[in-house]
């Protein structure tokens, strides 16, 4: 069955960067995207950008252009999401979730990875 | 502030039926057909309910349904059940650099 399974909590100090993992299994990593979602405490969804694990290329929300980097390892299954120059307002839940296509709808979830941004 | 409207707040008994609207513009809701809901309960990822203005994917109940009429997307619960109470999402492709948008979210409480 298709599993997303992301890594660990994070607490970082501002200005710091964090890295996030999304492993994926049931499924060929390349055959879909990979998106990535973040939850503020008690806000709504948000989402930050898309990675296609075929030839990894990607597409950022305007917003995190300037520090978001995704990446695949398509040997391990894994994305990445690297997100950089942290400040006080970046602490939330980070989802990565699949997508057939750019444009369609994200099937599955991953479990969440709760990010914390605290000097 | 969140590019799709909600209402922050729906409730209903079980049994009745509830309908929440989510409104965007022609760049977003209007222009496309790729309009989805999520449902969330507290401390879980999101679930797909509805994709593409109306299609369920297998194993949602067919209680949630979806319709669209020009820049407003809606979600309709019938047969309202206990377990329905979550917060519940729509989201669209948009021809904007942000590619996808999401609304503020609807929290739905079942009486």
């Known amino acids: 069955q298709v599993q997303l399974v992301q890594s660990g909590a994070e607490v970082k100090k501002p200005g710091a960067s964090v890295k996030v993992s999304c492993k994926a299994s049931?499924?060929?990593?390349?055959?879909?995207?990979m998106h990535w979602v973040r939850q503020a405490p008690g806000q709504g969804l948000e989402w930050m950008g898309m990675?296609?694990?075929?030839?990894?290329?990607?597409d950022y929300a305007q917003k995190f252009q300037d520090r978001v980097t995704m990446i695949r390892d398509t040997s391990t299954s894994t994305v990445y999401m690297e997100l950089s120059s942290l400040r006080s307002e970046d602490t939330a839940v980070y989802f990565c979730?699949?997508?057939?296509?750019?444009?369609?709808?994200?099937?599955?979830w991953g479990q969440g990875t709760q990010v914390t941004v605290s000097s | 502030q969140s590019a799709l409207t909600q209402p922050a707040s729906v409730s209903g008994s079980p049994g009745q039926s509830i309908t929440i609207s989510c409104t965007g513009t022609?760049?977003?809701?209007?222009?496309?057909?790729?309009v989805s809901w999520y449902q969330q309960h507290p401390g879980k990822a999101p679930k797909l309910m509805i994709y593409?203005?109306?299609n369920r994917p297998s194993g949602v109940s067919n209680r949630f349904s979806g319709s669209k009429s020009g820049n407003t997307a809606s979600l309709t619960i019938s047969g309202l059940q206990t377990e329905d109470e979550a917060d519940y999402y729509c989201?669209?492709?948009?021809?904007?650099?942000?590619?996808?948008?999401f609304g503020g979210g609807t929290k739905l409480t079942v009486l």
């Open positions: 979730a699949r997508g057939f296509d750019r444009n369609s709808p994200f099937d599955y």
């Open positions: 022609s760049s977003d809701v209007g222009g496309y057909n790729y």
């Open positions: 049931g499924y060929t990593l390349s055959n879909y995207y």
């Open positions: 593409d203005v109306t």
């Open positions: 989201s669209s492709y948009t021809t904007s650099s942000t590619y996808w948008v």
């Open positions: 990675i296609n694990p075929s030839g990894g290329a990607t």
